[in-house]
Every structure is written in structure tokens, then in C-alpha cells.
């Protein structure tokens, strides 16, 4: 089940513009969300559960929810590679 996540996640990031309705809306949510959360030096875990619950309220999908999540990590992750 985790690799069929982990497939389906390259598929959605590879095609975001394509698969995921709003996309724009989306990205702007997760760059807020990633700007909130890298500001910070500590670990990331306690930010990722509140930001699925926030995600839950905002989207009321899990999977549209998931979306905001792992395109939120995609950002925090190239921001950690700049630095």
C-alpha cells in the first residue's frame, strides 16, 4: 500500500498542473504553510500534524488534503537544498 502512495505522489507532482483541480489555489496554501514552517530550525513532525488537521478543515478531503501535505514537504524539501 505505502509504494502505491509513493507512485501515485511522483505521478501527482510530475502532472500537478494537469491532474489537480485549482492547482494554483493549492500551491498558494502549501508555500504559506512551507514559509510557516521552514522560518523554523527545529523538527518538522509536530508542524506536519497540524498542518493535516488544518488541511482537513480547509479541504474537507483527505485526499485533496494529502495533496496540500506532500506539496507543502516538495517545498520545505527544495528550500533545505538551497540552504
Not at 4 to 12: E, G, N, P, V
Not at 35 to 44: Q, R, T
Not at 52 to 65: F, G
Not at 72 to 82: C, G, H, L, R
Amino acid at each position: 500500500m505505502r509504494s502505491y502512495f509513493k507512485i501515485r505522489h511522483h505521478i501527482l507532482n510530475a502532472f500537478r498542473e494537469l491532474f489537480i483541480y485549482h492547482h494554483d489555489s493549492l500551491l498558494f496554501r502549501a508555500k504559506l504553510f512551507a514559509l510557516l514552517i521552514a522560518v523554523d530550525d527545529e523538527e518538522y513532525v509536530d508542524y506536519y500534524i497540524n498542518l493535516r488537521s488544518a488541511a482537513l478543515k480547509i479541504y474537507e478531503d483527505e485526499d485533496r488534503a494529502d495533496l496540500l501535505i506532500m506539496t507543502t514537504k516538495d517545498i520545505v524539501k527544495k528550500d533545505q537544498k538551497i540552504q
